[in-house]
C-alpha cells in the first residue's frame, strides 16, 4: 500500500484536478503517523510549504521508522488514533484523523513512561476548521503533559490531530501544563 499525504494548500488541488481531497490540512499532517510507509515524503509545492513553515515543522519532526505503535482508538470507516514512538529514541507521535463527521476524541497518554514530562506539540484543526469549507484553518499549541495526562481533541469535519510528544530536556519556562 503506498500513500502520500503532506498536501497543505488543499484548495488549490480543486484546480489541478477539479476536485478537492475531503481533508483538512491538519488531517494531512496527521495521516503520516495513521498510514505506515516505510518511505515518507513532502508531496506538495516548496511554495506551499514555506507558505505553512509552522505546519510543514511536523513533517520535518515526524519520525520515519517505529519502535512500538499503539491504537488509542478506533471505528472502521469513522476515526482512528494512533501512537507511535520513533525508532531509537523516546519521541512519540500521534495522529488522530475522522471520517467526513466532525468529532471530540479523549487521547488518553497512558503508553508514555511513568515520572517522566514531555513537551506535547498540538497541531490541531482551527475552530472553523472544515475539510469542505476551511480546509487550511489550524492551531499549534504545545503543553507539559506526563503518562496520567488525557487529550481533549476537536476533529474537524474531515479533519484531525497531529501531535510530538517529546521528553523534556530543556527548560519548560512558558509552557503550560496540560489542563
Known amino acids: 500500500m503506498d500513500f502520500t499525504p ?3 494548500k488543499v484548495k488549490d488541488y480543486t ?5 478537492q481531497v475531503h481533508t483538512t490540512l491538519v488531517k494531512q499532517l ?8 516505510p518511505i515518507q515524503m513532502a508531496a506538495d509545492l516548496p511554495e506551499n510549504y514555506e507558505k ?27 476515526y482512528i488514533t494512533t501512537a507511535r514512538k520513533e525508532k531509537g529514541t523516546e519521541n512519540w507521535f500521534v495522529g488522530a484523523v475522522t471520517n467526513q463527521d466532525g468529532r471530540d476524541e479523549v487521547a488518553p497518554l497512558d503508553f508514555l513512561n511513568k ?18 469549507k476551511n480546509p ?3 492551531k499549534i499549541t504545545s503543553y507539559l503533559v506526563d503518562s496520567d495526562t488525557k487529550l481533549k481533541l476537536k476533529l474537524a469535519p474531515g479533519g484531525g490531530a497531529a501531535i510530538s510528544i517529546k521528553p523534556v530536556s530543556e527548560d519548560t519556562k512558558g509552557i503550560e501544563k496540560y489542563k
Open 115 to 132: 515520572g517522566q514530562k514531555y513537551i506535547a506539540t498540538i497541531y490541531a484543526d482551527g475552530a472553523d476548521a472544515d475539510w469542505d
Open 30 to 37: 496527521a495521516l503520516y503517523v495513521v498510514l505506515y510507509s
Open 52 to 78: 505553512y513553515a509552522d505546519a510543514f515543522q511536523f513533517i520535518k519532526d515526524v519520525g520515519v521508522d517505529w519502535d512500538d505503535t499503539k491504537i488509542i482508538q478506533a471505528e472502521p470507516g469513522e
Open 6 to 8: 503532506g498536501i497543505l
Open 15 to 19: 484546480v489541478l484536478l477539479n476536485k
Open 136 to 138: 487550511e484553518s489550524y
